[in-house]
């Protein structure tokens, strides 16, 4: 792969921005009723995809480790894979929602939609470009079938 972040450091970076938004661009700021609990949901959604996602890689004995997909010894497709095939990532950005909710800054989805820019093109579109050169045309007719976020 061609660059060497893990996603999880742009999850922090990203997260990073969208304090400094709210503590430095102090408008847009909004509070609504249910909002508490929108979070929570967002977090435990989150949460449960990661739980889910990981545990079916653990069952196939391939890899979780984003930075080498080439090391993925199995196609997982099954249960959460066959409705997103980055299901981690999907989680990554529902904790950002959430917490631009937390913030209360408007202005934050702009900064979760940057996260999603950033992840298509630099760590969704090599993880794409090793598997697909791992497995095929299995992998090629999976990306046809199921969509990469949700």
């Excluded at 061609?2 to 997260?15: C, D, E």
């Excluded at 508490?36 to 449960?48: E, G, P, S």
Aim: hydrophobic share 50%; with cysteine.
């Amino acid at each position: 792969m061609k660059l060497k972040i893990p996603p999880a450091f742009i999850f922090l970076f990203f997260g990073l921005l969208m304090y400094l938004l709210k503590e430095f661009f102090p408008v847009g700021q909004f509070e609504f009723f249910g909002r508490q609990y929108l979070i929570k949901m967002l977090t435990f959604v989150a949460v449960a995809i990661v739980v889910v996602a990981m545990v079916q890689f653990f069952r196939r004995r391939t890899t979780v480790d984003p930075m080498r997909p080439s090391k993925a010894t199995s196609l997982v497709t099954k249960g959460i894979y066959a409705y997103s095939r980055n299901p981690m990532y999907l989680a990554l950005l529902l904790l950002l929602l959430a917490w631009g909710l937390w913030l209360g800054n408007a202005f934050n989805t702009l900064i979760a939609a940057g996260f999603v820019s950033y992840m298509n093109n630099f760590q969704i579109k090599p993880e794409e470009k090793a598997l697909s050169q791992r497995f095929g045309k299995e992998y090629q007719h999976y990306c046809t079938q199921v969509r990469r976020w949700f």
